[in-house]
T-cell receptor, first 114, second 109 residues
Framework: GAGVSQSPSNKVTEKGKDVELRCDPI?????LYWYRQSLGQGLEFLIY????????KSGLPSDRFSAERTGGSVSTLTIQRTQQEDSAVYLC????????????FGPGTRLTVL | RKEVEQDPGPFNVPEGATVAFNCTYS??????FFWYRQDCRKEPKLLMS???SGNEDGRFTAQLNRASQYISLLIRDSKLSDSATYLCVVRPGGFKTIFGAGTRLFVKA
């Protein structure tokens, strides 16, 4: 079956612009996660969705970051007024029911803020 | 202190060698532990879960030491294809998942 997909695969934007990243999880997976990976660094947890609700937003770095998930499926991560330090690979993962299940990752969106 | 710490390496080993990675975690209440593998410019993929009793999958053996708060990964008979970054993953409970920064492994012919 299809895995987790993300779009765009690459995004180059200018400082101060808003960007929207999309994640399409594996069909039937109720849990969805967003992570950020900066060059040479580990994954930084951003946010977790169970269905459409986000019980844990503690990882969002600032109020410029927001995420939503509608219909229990597709999720979008929005970064407003992008800064150069936002440049990273943004990875989405989904799991069947919750945090105890295996997380399957998408290929990521490589964001470059000039 | 970081929540999950790994030796960044790189580990450079010849084919056929045995190599071991350790990972320490700070939250003694952590409940679940995993090793993921990440190839260059690719997404992480689950290698194996780590159970209290230790577990083995072919050439790979994972162990958990709760008293000392570390997990380990042993790779026997290394192959060129094992070259990757190995990520230690800890779930302290709730929804959060903590990834280590990874240990890079290069296996050379």
């Amino acid at each position: 079956g299809a895995g987790v997909s993300q779009s765009p695969s690459n995004k180059v934007t200018e400082k101060g612009k808003d960007v929207e990243l999309r994640c399409d999880p594996i069909s039937g997976h109720t849990a969805l996660y967003w992570y950020r990976q900066s060059l040479g660094q580990g994954l930084e947890f951003l946010i977790y969705f169970q269905g459409n609700s986000a019980p844990d937003k503690s990882g969002l770095p600032s109020d410029r970051f927001s995420a939503e998930r509608t219909g229990g499926s597709v999720s979008t991560l929005t970064i407003q007024r992008t800064q150069q330090e936002d440049s990273a690979v943004y990875l989405c993962a989904s799991s069947l029911a919750g945090p105890t299940d295996t997380q399957y990752f998408g290929p990521g969106t490589r964001l470059t803020v000039l | 202190r970081k929540e999950v710490e790994q030796d960044p390496g790189p580990f450079n080993v010849p084919e056929g060698a045995t190599v071991a990675f350790n990972c320490t975690y700070s939250n003694s209440a952590s409940q679940s532990f995993f090793w993921y593998r990440q190839d260059c410019r690719k997404e992480p993929k689950l290698l194996m879960s780590v159970y209290s009793s230790g577990n083995e999958d072919g050439r790979f053996t994972a162990q958990l030491n709760r008293a000392s708060q570390y997990i380990s990964l042993l790779i026997r008979d290394s192959k060129l294809s094992d070259s990757a970054t190995y990520l230690c993953v800890v779930r302290p409970g709730g929804f959060k998942t903590i990834f280590g920064a990874g240990t890079r492994l290069f296996v050379k012919a």
